[in-house]
């Protein structure tokens, strides 16, 4: 089993539409969590950080569920500017860090 | 304020040949890393460094080498290049423990 798994999509969404990834994690002992944003031939970067009590920017909603071992991300009210690929990051620091990112989940925002 | 520049941002290589990533951080950070991206698989960690003047391996060291003799710099070098090293290089850097990770624009590199 993968230490970090998404759907690799592609997701294809229209403008406006409301869309949910998922992305699950091996190690119950994980401490921290992101998501990031990669876009055609760019470096990753960071869209948010993953907070146990959930949290908001803007059209953007992450969850964790540690009991399940899953982190999600919410987009609201797609826009064609969030066609990308969303990487999932889990860091099993503890006393050494471990930063493992998932292999990304592809999506197309169509107009 | 640049963050994190990589040079150079393309290089050809012939199987056999040297070379040298370079990376520079500006934000004065500890940590500095070095990933190779690849179609179909995460971002593997080469090597990583926690401070100037140390290395540590990642997941994938092998035909890699690096240096962190400054603490805004980090080279990643490949010693005799080969087609299994072609990939898209990340350099990377933060505070560390469980924090972010800013990184560079990547250097897409073909071994033929």
């Known amino acids: 089993r993968k230490e970090v798994e998404q759907d690799p999509g592609p997701f294809n969404v229209p403008e406006g539409a409301t869309v949910a990834f998922n992305c699950t994690y091996s190690?119950?002992?994980?401490?921290?969590f992101f998501w990031y944003r990669q876009d055609c031939r760019k470096e990753p970067k960071l869209l948010m950080s993953?907070?146990?009590s959930g949290n908001e920017d803007g059209r953007f909603t992450a969850q964790l569920n540690r009991a399940s071992q899953y982190i999600s991300l919410l987009i609201r009210d797609s826009k064609l500017s969030d066609s990308a690929t969303y990487l999932c990051?889990?860091?099993?620091?503890?006393?050494?860090?471990?930063?493992?990112f998932g292999t990304g989940t592809r999506l197309k925002v169509l107009a | 304020n640049a963050g994190v520049t990589q040079t150079p941002k393309f290089r050809v290589l012939k199987t056999g040949q040297s070379m040298t990533l370079l990376c520079a951080q500006d934000m004065n950070h500890e940590y500095m890393y070095w990933y190779r991206q690849d179609p179909g698989m995460g971002l593997r960690l080469i090597h990583y460094?926690?401070?100037?003047?140390?290395?540590a391996k990642g997941e994938v060291p092998d035909g890699y080498n690096v240096s962190r003799l400054k603490k805004q710099n980090f080279l990643l070098g490949l010693e005799s290049a080969a087609p299994s090293q072609t990939s898209v290089y990340f350099c990377a850097e933060g505070q560390g423990g469980t924090d972010t990770q800013y990184f560079g624009p990547g250097t897409r590199l073909t071994v033929l």
């Open positions: 993953v907070y146990s």
């Open positions: 460094s926690v401070g100037e003047g140390t290395t």
């Open positions: 190690n119950s002992a994980s401490q921290s």
């Open positions: 990051v889990v860091n099993q620091a503890s006393g050494t860090y471990k930063y493992i």
